[in-house]
């Protein structure tokens, strides 16, 4: 399972861009990259998936550099209720393997201020 | 889509009892769940896999007679705490996975949470 590395904690401003990067050297050819979101006492959310290049979808979009050992999770003009943990996984699946199970990182704190 | 839910959300008892989880995924089918555990200001811990109709696959160091884990169908997994210490007490989370075929023929899934059950052990 490919290990992830990312920043303890970051802050920032409401209507601020965030980038949050994700090292992840050791991903294989198969794996993608996830992106959860998790509020006190919640469950992780899922917020966007990728393989390569760029992916964005309503709220967040996710750029995969060529030789994929890192990740970056951009989010556009975030806001207070945006303060939350955010994890970077990678993993797969295959119709031949099944589900790969997630392990979490520590993830990043990330506080917006007013 | 890709909703899952857990019951109860919020549980009290007593030492020495037994605790029932249940993890439902509501739109989709799940042949495979998964049960986290997560402390405070922690990261969440993979407990045990849960596949449907077979035996559930323990982490190193879960205890498989403590944790009971049934899958006995494609959208309900539940986990049993037994005989409940207060060192059990801690915020427990279930992800269900839907799998999907990507562009190029290549397959991959996606977890989906659900929304934790808080278990506090008295």
């Known amino acids: 399972l490919a290990k992830t590395t990312q920043p303890i904690s970051m802050d920032s401003y409401e209507g601020q861009e965030v980038n949050i990067t994700c090292s992840h050297n050791?991903?294989?050819?198969?794996?993608?990259i996830t992106w959860y979101q998790q509020f006190p006492s919640q469950g992780p959310r899922f917020i966007i998936q990728?393989?390569?290049t760029k992916v964005t979808n309503e709220v967040a979009s996710l750029f995969i550099p060529a030789d994929r050992k890192s990740s970056t999770l951009s989010l556009p003009r975030v806001s207070l209720s945006d303060t939350a943990v955010y994890y970077c996984?990678?993993?797969?699946?295959?119709?031949?393997?099944?589900?790969?199970?997630?392990?979490f990182g520590q993830g990043t704190r990330l506080t917006i201020n007013p | 889509g890709a909703v899952v839910s857990q019951h109860p959300s919020r549980v009290i008892c007593k030492s020495g009892t037994s605790v029932k989880i249940e993890c439902r995924s509501l739109?989709?089918?799940?042949?495979?769940m998964f049960w986290y555990r997560q402390f405070p200001k922690q990261s969440l811990m993979l407990m045990a896999t849960?596949?449907?109709?077979?035996?559930?696959?323990?982490e190193q160091g879960v205890e498989k007679d403590k944790f009971l884990i049934n899958h006995a169908s494609l959208t309900l997994s539940t986990l049993t705490v037994t005989s409940a210490h207060p060192e059990d007490s801690s915020f427990y989370i279930c992800?269900?996975?839907?799998?999907?075929?990507?562009?190029?023929?290549?397959?991959?899934?996606?977890?989906?949470f659900g929304p934790g059950t808080r278990l506090t052990v008295l």
């Open positions: 992800s269900a996975r839907e799998a999907f075929s990507a562009k190029g023929g290549r397959s991959t899934d996606t977890q989906y």
């Open positions: 050791n991903i294989a050819t198969n794996d993608y």
């Open positions: 990728g393989y390569k």
């Open positions: 996984l990678v993993g797969a699946s295959t119709k031949i393997q099944g589900a790969q199970k997630l392990v």
């Open positions: 739109d989709f089918q799940a042949t495979t």
């Open positions: 849960s596949n449907e109709g077979s035996k559930a696959t323990y």
